[in-house]
């Protein structure tokens, strides 16, 4: 017998959408699942939205005010809104019993990721975050590949994720750039994705120092309906951006290997390049987002001038069969938030235990702190668990 699990979802943004999407073909793609999602309430404040949550998407109901969707016939809630609305969302859900997915970076400060976690701690919820890069199914061979020894003793990490979403400096002086809407630039938005990936990889990381700069500094203030990704003309009047577009980091993980991560949302050229590239004494693995269904082999053999193996994707590895069979047939970005989608809710009707949820979500602020403190001080920092203490 499959448990009902009642869906609320606050923000109908483009990963509200994604969610919700991942909600009605969730059925479809995986027969065997122990729960039936069911839409029951999606929260935004663009009357457009509102009308297309019941229209396109079959919610019950929508509504303008979010603490209006946190209601006895929800099991679930969703937080895809803009990172500063995260917490008060988090607290009242966790307040009202109900589980919590949120998308990262979960605030945009350390410190608010920490207190989400503690939360949802003294509620005793279920808790998600959407670090949905790790569910690929060529990420999880990764994974099984390094776990198994194939790569022998991992020596040395290098991630990154490298996009070009702000790099025309006409873009608008959206809410990401800002700090008390968005809290940090590139290492809450995009290098959270690229540290939880090492350390979902690799293990814990040990220590940090690296550096960050503002590329473009001022952007033309959005004005009347403007786009969140809108554009101005050079005559706009402009305001200053608030927080970093490029960060980089030498690490230390804790089990000795040596690590390098970039982060840059103004760099031209990389579209959507988040990456990794694991090293080992025994053989090396390569994978890139944009090209999602490719994962990089090499062994050491008799011969070690072979050059890499490409192992496309199939159905042979971890879900890829759900959306389609046969091998190095592709499969996308929102299939990945259907994964995601799927194993919450199934770790839920289960009793099951889900990752990452806000735990993990607090290991990477806590490398992230230990970055933020080396700007300031210019020297190696100690990562410090910030669900241990206050940040």
């Known amino acids: 017998m499959t448990r009902r699990i009642g869906i609320a979802v606050l923000g109908l943004g483009w990963m509200g959408q994604a969610h919700s999407r991942s909600a009605l073909r969730i059925p479809s793609l995986f027969p065997h699942r122990s729960f039936d999602p069911e839409l029951v309430v999606c929260a935004d404040t663009d009357p457009e939205r509102r009308e297309r949550a019941v229209r396109d998407f079959g919610f019950a109901r929508a509504v303008e005010d979010w603490r209006e969707a946190i209601t006895d016939d929800v099991d679930a809630v969703w937080v895809t809104a803009p990172n500063m609305l995260h917490i008060p969302m988090i607290e009242a859900a966790c307040a009202a019993g109900k589980a919590v997915f949120s998308e990262k970076p979960i605030g945009g400060k350390p410190e608010q990721a920490v207190a989400a976690y503690r939360a949802a701690q003294a509620a005793g919820v279920a808790t998600g975050v959407g670090y949905n890069y790790l569910w690929a199914p060529l990420v999880l061979h990764a994974r099984e590949l390094i776990a198994s020894g194939e790569l022998g003793e991992i020596t040395h ?44 990889l690799v293990g814990p990381i040990a220590e940090v120092v690296g550096m960050k700069a503002t590329t473009i500094t001022h952007r033309p203030l959005p004005t009347g309906s403007a786009g969140h990704y809108g554009r101005g003309r050079p005559e706009d009047p402009k305001g200053e951006v608030e927080n970093e577009d490029f960060a980089s980091m030498l690490c230390r993980f804790e089990s000795g290997a040596t690590g390098t991560f970039e982060s840059s949302r103004t760099m031209v050229g990389p579209e959507s390049q988040n990456a990794f590239e694991v090293y080992g004494t025994l053989g090396s693995l390569s994978w890139n987002l944009e090209r999602i269904n490719e994962l ?5 053999g008799s011969d070690k001038n072979t050059g890499y193996t490409t192992i496309f994707g199939g159905d042979r590895f971890p879900f890829h069969g759900a959306f389609v069979p ?3 047939n592709a499969i996308g970005f929102e299939d990945l938030v259907a994964i995601e989608d799927y194993s919450f809710m199934e770790a839920l009707a289960t009793g099951g235990t889900y990752s990452p949820g806000f735990r993990e979500a607090v290991d990477v602020v806590s490398v992230q702190q230990a970055l933020i403190d080396s700007w300031d001080s210019r020297t190696w920092q100690s990562v410090r668990d910030l669900a241990e203490g206050e940040s």
């Not at 959206?174 to 995009?190: H, K, L, P, Q």
């Open 326 to 328: 046969g091998q190095a």
């Open 157 to 200: 990490y290098r991630g990154r994720f490298l996009s070009m979403y702000g790099s025309d400096e006409l873009g608008l002086l959206s809410w990401r750039f800002m700090m008390d809407e968005a809290g940090y630039g590139v290492t809450s938005d995009i290098l959270s994705h690229s540290v939880s990936m090492a350390q979902f």
């Open 296 to 300: 990089l082999y090499y062994r050491v």
